[in-house]
């Protein structure tokens, strides 16, 4: 028990605590921003089983703020990624990976092997995913999101508490909310919000402080200030979910539904003789593109701008990362426009050729 001295010394959690720590069995959905700080925090605490499901990949502009892996990483799964980071940082605990997306097909069953869960998705769907499973299991989850420059935190389904859905009813529509692909955020505030969500999990394991049912904690950043919210329960809600509980392997996830759209490459360009390059950025957002003539139609102004689409032209779409690009051209299809193709990774494809064309002429 050396490793945990530094716990066991403290009244408060002693030899016994620990043992509940090491009998504990927590899973994380997603090993991004929110995910690392958790898992690394649970892991040095010596939490007995700690779950990872994930399905995407490590990216270089992950590193910014997924402290947990490294440029040894790239390219690899972040659940199996975790896994191997982790067991170097505890080999006395159980680590298990599950390389894979959280669906309603998958989630009650992996739910049941857990005594809490832990959101750290960055999408709507995942979260409300999340916590009606957990409605449905009757598991405690420890939530958090994050936006630029703020966070929020808060547990939900302890002990017959509130859930996600008492704060949020319903999900706004698709791409409503921009995530930090698109938006940005601060690299430093996942890890701290992060380890919030850490703190959270072990006050609820050891039985102590004042866990966050019922509340929602705001921080901001830059001002370093935080708030509590009260969340009032609503059994309406929380009956909604149980009562559709007999279909909910057969539901599917919004964010598996693609847009109409055809994606090219900076490369498939070099094929297109007449074109128009349209961006959908709002006005402010960086780098702006010189190199080429473009128009700037912010994706909010679009559909009361297609009078500035020539209908004659092959028309290249692209915004900061290839996301909304893809919901402009699906604006545009339903508009009769047809001939549009969305930039594939974004403005930075046509900085990055626009340079290896550059060197070149030097």
Partial sequence: MNRYTRHIILSEIGQTG????LNAKVLVVGA?????PVLQYLAAAGIGTLGVIDFDVVEVSNLQRQVLFGTSSLGQNKAEAAKKRLEDLNDEISIIAYPEKLTYQNAIILFKQFDIIVDGSDNFETRYLVNDTCIIT??????????????????????????YRCLFPNPPKKDAVPNCTEIGVLGVLPGIIGSMQANEVLKIILGIGNVLSGKLLCYNAL???TSILKINKSETEI????????????????ENCDFTTSEISI????????????DVRELHELPKI???????????????????????KQKVVFCQSGIRSKQAVS?????????????KEGVKQIIDAYEVLKTSQD
Wanted: aromatic content about 8%; overall charge positive.
């Fill in 290 to 312: 010189e190199s080429i003539p473009i128009i700037s139609i912010p994706l909010s102004e679009l559909e009361n701008s297609i009078n500035k689409i020539d209908t004659e």
């Fill in 239 to 254: 009956a909604k979910v149980l009562k559709e509980q007999s279909n909910f392997h057969k539901k599917q996830l919004i």
């Fill in 138 to 163: 009757n598991k405690p989850l420890v939530f958090a999101a994050i936006y630029k420059f703020e966070g929020q935190v808060s547990v939900f389904n302890y002990k017959n508490g509130p859930s």
């Fill in 223 to 225: 001002n370093s200030q």
């Fill in 32 to 36: 991004g921003g929110l995910g690392c």
């Fill in 267 to 278: 490369k498939d360009i070099s094929t297109f003789e007449n074109m128009q390059f349209i």
């Fill in 18 to 21: 620990q043992e509940k720590l």
């Fill in 331 to 343: 604006i545009l299809n339903k508009a009769n426009i047809k001939n549009c193709y969305s930039l």
